[in-house]
C-alpha cells in the first residue's frame, strides 16, 4: 500500500543563548517565577543578520542528509512559520534556492505553533494520492523579531528555531493517522497574535508607537485551551489509527510550557517518561517546536526505527493537530 515515511530529520538552534538570568536585568521577573509557571530556564535567539529561511535552510540541508536524498528528488516544499521573511516572496522560496531543490515548488504555511503538524498533514495527503513522491516540510520562527522585550508576561516563553523532515512514499506505514482542526471563532489578535502589520491594520507610526507589532496575548485563557485541545486530538488520531496509548512509545507535545505538557501528559493517561520535553531549553519555538523535539528524540536515541510517535499541537487560529507516525 502506498504511504508516506518520514525518512530524514534536522533542526537548527542559533548559537546564542538568552537565559532566565538576563532576563531578569531586562524586566521585572526572576529565574524562580519563570521556572515555576513555564519550566523555561533559557531560550535561543537568532542573530541579526540570519532571517527564517536562513535557519530553515541550515536544518533543511541537515534533514536532506539525515535522509539520504538529493535535493532534486524533492517535488514539494512547505514552510510553516508565522514569522516569514517577509510578506512575500515566500520564505520556501528563498528555502527552495539555498538548498538547490530546482524540481520543486514551495509555500509558506500559516497556522502558528500548529504550522508543522498542518505540514505533515499535506505532505501525508499528497503522497498517499501519488501527487507527489517527496515533500520537505519545515517548521521555522525567529519569534525574537515580533516580541515586546519590555512585556514580561510574553518575552520569557518564546525562542528561535527551525526544524525539518523529509516525507516520501514508502510501501512501509510510516504516517499511520493525522487530524489537524481549527476553530476561528478565537481568531482574535488579543487572545493570540499579532495585530498589526497585515491588512487589518496596516504598518504606521502609531502602530509601531503601540507596538502593536509584537505578540499579544491573555495566557491564562490559551493555557486553558492547550490542556483541553492537545489531549482531544491525540485520542483522535488513536482512535483513527485503532491504537491505544499504551502502544506508543514516545508523545511529543507542543512545546509551550511544562505545566501544560505535564497536564496534556495526566489527560491522556501517559507514563511521564513516555513524554519528551525539552522547553526548558529552547522556550516555546511555535511552528518548530515538535520538530525540533523530535529531530533530538532522534539523535539522542530516545525515539528509533520502528517507534510509534504521537505528536500533538495547538496554536493561535485557534488551530490544533496531531499525527501518529511509525518511525
Ligand atoms: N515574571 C514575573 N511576574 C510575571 C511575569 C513574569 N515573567 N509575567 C506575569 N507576571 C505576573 C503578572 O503581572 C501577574 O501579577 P499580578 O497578580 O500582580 O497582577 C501574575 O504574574 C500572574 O499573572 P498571570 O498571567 O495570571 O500568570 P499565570 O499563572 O497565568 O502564568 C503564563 C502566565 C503566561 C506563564 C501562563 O498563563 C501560560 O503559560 N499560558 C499559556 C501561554 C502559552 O503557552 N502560549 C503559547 C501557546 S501556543
Redesign the pocket.
Known amino acids: 500500500m502506498r504511504s508516506a515515511a518520514l525518512i530524514g530529520t534536522g533542526s537548527y538552534l542559533p548559537d546564542n543563548v538568552l537565559t532566565n538570568f538576563d532576563l531578569e536585568k531586562m524586566?521585572?521577573?526572576?529565574n524562580e517565577?519563570?521556572m515555576k509557571?513555564?519550566g523555561i530556564s533559557e531560550r535561543r535567539i537568532a542573530d541579526k543578520e540570519m532571517a527564517t529561511s536562513d535557519l530553515s535552510i541550515h536544518a533543511a540541508r541537515r534533514a536532506i542528509k539525515s535522509a539520504k536524498i538529493d535535493p532534486l528528488e524533492i517535488d514539494m516544499i512547505i514552510v510553516s512559520t508565522s514569522t516569514p521573511d517577509s510578506a512575500f516572496p515566500s520564505t520556501a522560496c528563498s528555502v527552495q534556492n539555498g538548498i538547490g531543490a530546482k524540481n520543486s515548488y514551495g509555500f509558506d504555511l500559516a497556522a502558528?505553533?500548529s504550522g508543522f503538524v498542518y505540514g505533515l498533514d499535506l505532505a501525508d495527503g499528497m503522497i498517499k494520492s501519488s501527487r507527489y513522491d517527496t515533500v520537505l516540510v519545515v517548521g521555522a520562527e525567529i519569534f525574537s523579531r515580533i516580541i515586546d522585550w519590555e512585556d514580561?508576561?510574553t518575552c520569557?516563553?518564546f525562542g528561535d528555531a527551525a526544524g525539518a523532515a523529509i516525507i516520501q512514499v514508502s510501501e512501509e506505514p510510516g504516517i499511520i493517522a493525522s487530524y489537524c482542526g481549527a476553530d476561528g471563532a478565537y481568531a482574535d489578535a488579543d487572545l493570540?497574535g499579532v495585530p498589526a502589520g497585515g491588512s487589518r491594520m496596516p504598518a504606521s507610526a502609531a502602530t509601531v508607537d503601540q507596538k502593536l507589532h509584537t505578540v499579544k496575548?491573555r495566557?491564562?485563557e490559551?493555557?486553558k485551551l492547550?490542556v483541553r485541545i492537545m489531549p482531544e486530538a491525540a485520542q483522535k488520531v488513536l482512535d483513527t489509527a485503532g491504537v491505544s496509548i499504551d502502544q506508543v512509545d514516545l508523545v511529543i507535545p507542543?512545546q509551550?510550557?511544562s505545566?501544560?505538557i505535564e497536564a496534556v501528559g495526566d489527560r491522556i493517561g501517559i507514563d511521564p517518561e513516555k513524554i519528551y520535553v525539552n522547553v526548558n531549553q529552547y522556550g516555546?519555538t511555535?511552528a518548530a517546536s515538535v520538530i525540533v523535539a523530535l529531530d533530538e528524540a532522534i539523535r539522542e536515541e530516545h525515539a528509533k526505527v520502528g517507534d510509534l510517535i504521537l505528536l500533538t499541537v495547538?496554536?493561535?487560529g485557534l488551530t490544533w493537530g496531531s499525527t501518529l507516525i511509525r518511525l
Request: charged residues 15%.
Open positions: 524586566v521585572d521577573t526572576s517565577w519563570i509557571r513555564t502558528a505553533c514580561k508576561s520569557v516563553l493570540l496575548m495566557g491564562q490559551v493555557f492547550g507542543h509551550a510550557n505545566r501544560i516555546n511555535s495547538f496554536g493561535a
